[in-house]
């Protein structure tokens, strides 16, 4: 008697140390150590990362350029029964340039329309090396008054009106020249005087200074290359802001 009953309590040992072992292991999945990198510390590293990533600078708009046909109502003070050109051989050029603020600008140039590549090329370049341009709109907007223009420091082109000092048509009149930062680069007589009081400190070349044009430089290089001539090579008196398709 006494045997059968300690070998049922053998058995009944084995069965309990054997349930025993099957909680352990159940237990264990939940007692195992979770990742070493918890998830609220790798979102609190990518916001980290966000807020001290240096953003990708914005890069300028390209140049652009359209040239359309301009309408008489366009040219109520420019243009005149009489002039050299008729106003259906002119055309506007829309394009960008670059200002003296530093941001990208739309301006406005009537030429004449056998010219109209030569400015797409010259100002795209211009615009690319970011050469600045104080502002660009038609001659009109002053009644045709090239004075008023030049004292606004109005970049310009199409004007029927005489030559400065002569009779004859100036090449603004055929739509075949443009004035470029005129205060910056004034109308200088031979002997050194020039008519606007804004403009008499920029009366000497070479010298410094945004949106100045210089001999050689690569505004004058640029309206070279497609066969425009700088009215400051002239003798005598000079004209730092005029280009004109063949001189003159």
């Not at 050109?85 to 003296?100: E, I």
Request: hydrophobic share 30%.
């Amino acid at each position: 008697m006494k045997r059968v009953a300690a070998m049922a309590f053998v058995v009944l040992a084995s069965v309990s140390c054997a349930e025993s072992g099957a909680g352990q292991q159940a237990a264990a999945p939940a007692d195992r150590p979770r990742s070493s990198t918890p998830v609220t510390a790798t979102a609190e590293q990518t916001a980290s990362d966000r807020s001290t990533a240096t953003p990708s600078p914005t890069a300028p708009p390209p140049f652009t350029s359209k040239v359309s046909r301009v309408s008489r109502d366009r040219l109520p003070y420019s243009w005149r029964p009489g002039c050299p050109v008729h106003y259906r051989d002119l055309r506007l050029v829309t394009l960008s340039y670059w200002g003296f603020d530093g941001k990208p600008h739309t301006g406005e140039l009537v030429v004449r329309k056998t010219v109209t590549g030569d400015i797409e090329k010259v100002f795209k370049k211009l615009y690319d090396r970011r050469w600045p341009i104080r502002k660009m709109k038609l001659v009109d907007a002053y009644k045709a008054d090239d004075y008023d223009s030049i004292d606004d420091d109005n970049t310009s082109a199409f004007n029927c009106r005489r030559a400065t000092g002569s009779s004859n048509w100036s090449n603004h009149a055929y739509g075949e020249a443009i004035d470029v930062n005129p205060l910056e680069n004034p109308y200088v007589t031979a002997s050194g005087s020039t008519a606007h009081r804004n403009a008499r400190k920029f009366t000497k070349r070479p010298m410094k200074g945004k949106g100045v044009i210089n001999p050689g430089d690569r505004v004058v290089k640029t309206f070279a290359e497609v066969g425009w001539e700088w009215g400051g090579y002239w003798s005598g008196a000079k004209d730092y802001q005029h280009f004109s398709k063949g001189g003159g």
